[in-house]
């Protein structure tokens, strides 16, 4: 019991101060005080900018039976917050450091949660429309709460759990796909590709043009999603990608212009090693008596080009 308390008090420090919160989902949500939201059934597990709770909705009876005994060898949840009359829950995560979402966030860390977020999704067979934006208030008597776990976890913990790879952390998602962290990352994926070659427009211009025209295509992707994004949450990835391409394509251009250089130089030396054996060639035919048409069609060059190499 002990325990639950700890893990308990570790959720009401992270969920945002001003939380929005509801008895019936049936009539919206509002928003409370913390103190408030507390007393209600359902309430806001993490601030609009940073992610310190991963929930899961595990929409099939008796869950906490599933995990235990079914689903064995996963990473265990610090809190289940049960229906008493059927045992559907939702699973929650804790963090030791939030990942935050805000337009300073770096987006490294923000695909590497997500990457998390749908493989435990899969393994906990969780619905995957469920955005994580209310839970059932796990100190509500309305539930029945568990601790599997007593301390939260690193990414790198819950990923080496789950054995994943950067082959899986980097996987672009689908606009289908575009859930909760997910929308983040399918406006990454498909905006720095898209960047990568649009920068080359851009030389010669201000950053501050280049940005606007990566947070423009950014706000374009955004429009296309369910549930779109935040401003503030779009232009913190159109200012990653955007300062990404800028310190990179003076250097990758210079590469460009380099290896255009040395295969020049590489081009010349080959034609002009062509061009001595042709002279020599066109020396000995004229030794053995062949005349300067005959050796110009034979070598395919000029005539006048053979005159001047036999002199």
């Given at each position: 019991?002990?325990?639950?308390?700890?893990?308990?008090?570790?959720?009401?420090?992270?969920?945002?101060?001003?939380?929005?919160?509801?008895?019936?989902?049936?009539?919206?949500?509002?928003?409370?005080?913390?103190?408030?939201?507390?007393?209600?059934?359902?309430?806001?597990?993490?601030?609009?900018?940073?992610?310190?709770?991963?929930?899961?909705?595990?929409?099939?009876?008796?869950?906490?039976?599933?995990?235990?005994?079914?689903?064995?060898?996963?990473?265990?949840?610090?809190?289940?917050?049960?229906?008493?009359?059927?045992?559907?829950?939702?699973?929650?995560?804790?963090?030791?450091?939030?990942?935050?979402?805000?337009?300073?966030?770096?987006?490294?860390?923000?695909?590497?949660?997500?990457?998390?977020?749908?493989?435990?999704?899969?393994?906990?067979?969780?619905?995957?429309?469920?955005?994580?934006?209310?839970?059932?208030?796990?100190?509500?008597?309305?539930?029945?709460?568990?601790?599997?776990?007593?301390?939260?976890?690193?990414?790198?913990?819950?990923?080496?759990?789950?054995?994943?790879?950067?082959?899986?952390?980097?996987?672009?998602?689908?606009?289908?796909?575009?859930?909760?962290?997910?929308?983040?990352?399918?406006?990454?994926?498909?905006?720095?590709?898209?960047?990568?070659?649009?920068?080359?427009?851009?030389?010669?211009?201000?950053?501050?043009?280049?940005?606007?025209?990566?947070?423009?295509?950014?706000?374009?992707?955004?429009?296309?999603i369910t549930e779109?994004?935040?401003?503030?949450?779009?232009?913190?990835?159109?200012?990653?990608?955007?300062?990404?391409?800028?310190?990179?394509?003076?250097?990758?251009?210079?590469?460009?212009?380099?290896?255009?250089?040395?295969?020049?130089?590489?081009?010349?030396?080959?034609?002009?090693?062509?061009?001595?054996?042709?002279?020599?060639?066109?020396?000995?035919?004229?030794?053995?008596?062949?005349?300067?048409t005959e050796i110009?069609?034979?070598?395919?060059?000029?005539?006048?080009?053979?005159?001047?190499?036999?002199?």
């Amino acid at each position: 019991m002990q325990q639950l308390e700890l893990i308990l008090d570790q959720f009401i420090n992270t969920i945002p101060k001003k939380p929005y919160a509801s008895d019936n989902l049936n009539y919206g949500v509002k928003i409370y005080s913390k103190d408030a939201a507390l007393l209600k059934v359902y309430l806001q597990p993490n601030h609009p900018y940073y992610l310190h709770n991963i929930v899961f909705d595990l929409d099939y009876e008796a869950s906490l039976v599933e995990i235990l005994y079914s689903k064995t060898g996963l990473p265990l949840p610090n809190l289940i917050i049960e229906n008493k009359e059927n045992g559907r829950s939702h699973a929650i995560y804790q963090l030791k450091s939030p990942v935050y979402k805000t337009d300073a966030s770096k987006q490294k860390p923000i695909i590497y949660l997500n990457a998390i977020q749908r493989t435990l999704q899969h393994v906990l067979e969780a619905d995957a429309n469920y955005t994580g934006l209310i839970c059932k208030n796990p100190l509500n008597d309305r539930w029945r709460t568990n601790t599997l776990r007593h301390t939260p976890y690193s990414l790198d913990e819950l990923a080496n759990k789950l054995e994943i790879d950067w082959k899986q952390i980097s996987k672009p998602i689908k606009q289908e796909e575009a859930v909760g962290l997910g929308r983040n990352c399918y406006i990454f994926h498909k905006a720095r590709h898209w960047a990568y070659c649009s920068i080359r427009k851009h030389r010669g211009a201000t950053y501050n043009t280049w940005l606007q025209s990566v947070l423009d295509h950014c706000l374009k992707l955004n429009e296309g999603i369910t549930e779109p994004l935040g401003y503030n949450e779009v232009k913190g990835i159109a200012k990653s990608i955007s300062r990404y391409c800028w310190k990179r394509d003076p250097h990758c251009y210079q590469e460009f212009i380099d290896r255009q250089t040395r295969k020049g130089r590489l081009g010349g030396k080959a034609k002009g090693e062509a061009y001595s054996f042709k002279r020599k060639l066109a020396v000995r035919y004229k030794a053995s008596g062949m005349s300067y048409t005959e050796i110009a069609d034979k070598l395919n060059v000029s005539r006048r080009s053979v005159i001047y190499w036999c002199k």
